[in-house]
């Protein structure tokens, strides 16, 4: 059975960085198309960044281009979210989805995890 469990989250500061994990099990992370969705109150999910197979070709939302990096560890089964120059757009949820296709778009997850809150300070 596929699981998806994300850590990192917390309150940082507007400039500040946060490394989020995200753990999967019963599953081969570098079979399937893994990426970073998010979700601020009263809006839609949106998709932040995507790793694919078999190349590891990184996708970006361009609202992050430039601050923020996906990588993954194929022998820990573990996708990272590496934020930095955080700013106060970027506080929602993040959600870890896995697909068994192509697209990082969060209609086409086939499986998510529960989420952890990155909240901005001022």
């Known amino acids: 059975q596929v699981q998806l469990v994300e850590s990192g989250g917390g309150l940082v500061q507007p400039g500040g960085s946060l490394t989020l994990s995200c753990k999967a099990s019963?599953?081969?992370?570098?079979?399937?198309?893994i990426g970073w969705f998010r979700q601020a109150p009263g809006k839609e999910r949106e998709e932040v960044s995507c790793?694919?197979?078999?190349?590891?070709?990184?996708v970006y939302a361009d609202s992050v281009k430039g601050r923020f990096t996906i990588t993954r560890n194929n022998a820990k089964g573990t996708v990272y979210l590496q934020m930095n120059s955080l700013k106060p757009e970027d506080t929602a949820g993040y959600y870890c989805?896995?697909?068994?296709?192509?697209?990082?778009?969060?209609?086409?997850?086939?499986?998510w995890g529960r989420g952890t809150l990155v909240t901005g300070s001022s």
């Open positions: 989805g896995l697909s068994y296709g192509d697209s990082c778009v969060a209609t086409s997850i086939d499986k």
């Open positions: 019963g599953v081969i992370v570098d079979y399937y198309l």
């Open positions: 790793i694919s197979t078999p190349t590891g070709r990184q």
